[in-house]
C-alpha cells in the first residue's frame, strides 16, 4: 500500500523547545515538499527537495530547517527561531517527471 | 510574484445543484493549474490537473476549465453531493527559469456545504 505518512497527528510544544516532524514515503519518488497551512489560507512552501542529500529553501524557511539523507525520508524541524508555529503541516512528494505531488495527512503543531 | 485568488471563500448549496467555484491568478505564465480538495485535518487529494496548453479537464462530475490570457479558472461540479463537502484549492505550477522543483502557489480555498 504505496503512500505518504507524517507523524505525529497531533504535536504539542513549549515555547523554546524545538520539535521533529516525520514525512515517509513508499512511491519512489524523487521530490518532496513540506507546506504550512494556517486556517483560512492556501498552503505555503517551506522547504523542498528535489533528491537526495539536497534541499532548497522555499518562501518561509525562517526557523525551520531539514535533511534528506534517505530517498523516503525528509522530516521538518520546527525551531525555537520559529515565531508562530502552530499551524498544520503537509508534507508532499512528486516523482520525476510527473506533475501531480501527493499529500500526507498531515501534522497539527500547537505551541502551548 | 504569482498571487492566486479564489472566489468565493464559502458556498452553502442544497443537494442537486450545479455549481461553479473560480480561481484567478496574476502571471499568466504558469506550466499547469491543479484543483486539489481538502478534508477537514486532513490532507489534500488532487482532482484534476489541467496544462496550460489544454483548455479544461472532466472527471466523474467534474469539469475545470482553464483561460491562461486572462489569468482564470473555474472548476464546475454538477449535481452536487453531500460527499462533496470539503475544501476546494486552486493551485498554479510557474516556469521558473528552466527549474523544474514543481513549485506550487495555492490559492486560500473555497470552503463548500452541501446540504441534504
Known amino acids: 500500500d504505496g503512500g505518504i505518512t507524517q507523524s505525529p497527528k497531533y504535536l504539542f510544544r513549549k515555547e523554546g523547545q524545538n520539535v521533529t516532524l516525520s514525512c515517509e514515503q513508499n512511491l519512489n519518488h524523487d521530490a518532496m515538499y513540506w507546506y504550512r497551512q494556517d486556517p483560512g489560507q492556501g498552503l505555503r512552501l517551506i522547504y523542498y527537495s528535489q533528491i537526495v542529500n539536497d534541499f532548497q529553501k522555499g518562501d518561509i524557511a525562517e526557523g525551520y530547517s531539514v535533511s534528506r539523507e534517505k530517498k523516503e525520508s525528509f522530516p521538518l524541524t520546527v525551531t525555537s527561531a520559529q515565531k508562530n508555529p502552530t499551524a498544520f503541516y503537509l508534507c508532499?512528494?512528486?516523482?520525476?517527471?510527473?506533475?501531480?505531488?501527493?499529500f500526507g495527512p498531515g501534522t497539527r503543531l500547537t505551541v502551548l | 510574484k504569482q498571487e492566486v485568488t479564489q472566489i468565493p471563500a464559502a458556498l452553502s448549496v442544497p443537494e442537486g445543484e450545479n455549481l461553479v467555484l473560480n480561481c484567478s491568478f496574476t502571471?499568466?505564465?504558469?506550466?499547469?493549474l491543479q484543483w486539489f480538495r481538502q478534508d477537514p485535518g486532513k490532507g489534500l487529494t488532487s482532482l484534476l490537473l489541467?496544462?496550460?496548453?489544454?483548455r479544461e479537464q472532466t472527471s466523474g462530475r467534474l469539469n475545470a476549465s482553464l483561460d491562461k490570457s486572462s489569468g482564470r479558472s473555474t472548476l464546475y461540479i454538477a449535481a452536487s453531493q453531500p460527499g462533496d463537502s470539503a475544501t476546494y484549492l486552486c493551485a498554479v505550477r510557474g516556469h521558473t527559469g528552466g527549474t523544474s522543483y514543481g513549485k506550487l502557489t495555492f490559492g486560500q480555498g473555497t470552503i463548500l456545504t452541501v446540504h441534504p
Open positions: 508532499a512528494s512528486r516523482r520525476g517527471a510527473e506533475d501531480t505531488q501527493y
Open positions: 489541467i496544462q496550460s496548453s489544454q
Open positions: 502571471d499568466s505564465a504558469i506550466y499547469n
